[in-house]
């Protein structure tokens, strides 16, 4: 009988983990154990459908927490580690960027070392991959060339500093302690059961309840986009062929400006409701700047597209329609996650 791969997933209960563990899950040859705090934006609705599967288990926990985690790795016995769990919104990160040390810093150093002391003691399988941003390379102008793996970083705010601190870690544990690790740089995800604070999940919310859209200064700040299952696909590719020690950066050549964003989703609402008016125009509502905001993000995916074969696959109108439908079919979720503490944030920092 062919035995297991066991995987730690933390901050599996987030956007981004919960989709890789609802793949990941699909082969019966892969136990999945997810290691999230459950901090606002973590939703074990996400992964209702599995909650029962025999090759899946929760555990609520910190990655900072070095004896839970020392428990978890001694009883399970992991092949892999991918490590979700973080800090992610930039806003959030000006407020209060201690949070953002603790978790994406700190909490991974205690992640690295406690996967460190495992690989060395058990010397079988084992790979820990970290899951990172794109906002590690700073801002480009409109002209300048897409970020490949070469890019200087150069974060610009708390956010993406802590998570350039967190790749400069990743590596350090490879180079120093021979510890098997992969890291990926990824542009702008969306796709279903994204937190609403982010821009796509906000517009069409925002939209359903006919309330004002936030746009940061005049709203052409370009985004590169990058569907929730081509990432997947791409971090399952990464650690089956990727090279230890290795960088792949993973975007989905789907640049748009945030206004531009906005109005695809309002006239696609307008078309569905069967409105006359321009919701676009009716709903949008120009706020303050963000301090420090970058102008552009664009990822040269060229690396993982030639070493390991790998390339988006959904096409930005088709994931955008896929994304808006199942917002409009999940009311149960949207309700939930809408009476929790987000509803608060958006109100004191967006309206």
Request: with cysteine; proline share 3%.
């Amino acid at each position: 009988m062919k035995s297991k791969n066991t995987f730690i997933v933390t901050g599996g209960a987030g956007f981004i983990g919960s989709n890789f563990i609802l793949k990941v899950i699909k082969d019966p040859n892969n136990f999945v154990i997810n290691y999230d705090l459950l901090t606002y934006a973590g939703n074990l609705n996400n992964l209702k459908s599995i909650e029962n599967n025999q090759n899946y288990f929760f555990v609520k926990g910190d990655i900072g927490d070095s004896s839970k985690l020392n428990g978890l790795f001694d009883k399970f016995k992991p092949n892999f580690v991918v490590n979700f769990a973080a800090e992610t919104h930039v806003d959030r990160s000006i407020l209060n960027p201690k949070n953002f040390l603790d978790t994406n810093i700190l909490g991974l150093h205690c992640l690295l070392n406690i996967s460190t002391n495992y690989f060395k003691s058990h010397k079988k399988l084992f790979k820990f991959l970290n899951i990172s941003t794109d906002e590690v390379y700073g801002s480009l102008n409109t002209n300048e060339l897409p970020f490949n793996e070469n890019n200087q970083f150069k974060p610009n705010s708390p956010y993406s500093a802590s998570k350039a601190s967190g790749d400069h870690l990743v590596r350090s544990y490879n180079k120093t302690f021979g510890l098997p690790t992969l890291t990926s740089n990824c542009s702008n995800n969306y796709g279903p059961m994204q937190f609403p604070e982010k821009l796509i999940p906000l517009v069409i919310i925002n939209y359903l309840n006919n309330k004002k859209i936030p746009v940061y200064g005049d709203g052409k700040n370009i985004r590169d986009w990058l569907y929730v299952e081509d990432h997947i696909d791409a971090l399952q590719m990464i650690l089956s062929k990727g090279e230890i020690g290795d960088t792949y950066n993973i975007g989905g050549e789907n640049e748009f400006e945030n206004l531009h964003i906005i109005k695809i989703i309002c006239d696609y609402l307008d078309n569905h409701f069967d409105k006359n008016e321009s919701s676009f125009v009716r709903l949008v509502n120009f706020v303050k700047d963000r301090e420090g905001h970058d102008f552009r993000y664009a990822i040269d995916s060229s690396k993982i597209n030639k070493k390991l074969g790998w390339k988006a696959k959904v096409a930005f109108n088709k994931g955008i329609d896929k994304t808006i439908k199942w917002y409009l079919n999940n009311n149960d979720w949207l309700n939930q996650v809408q009476s929790r503490s987000y509803q608060k944030w958006i109100n004191q920092n967006y309206l």
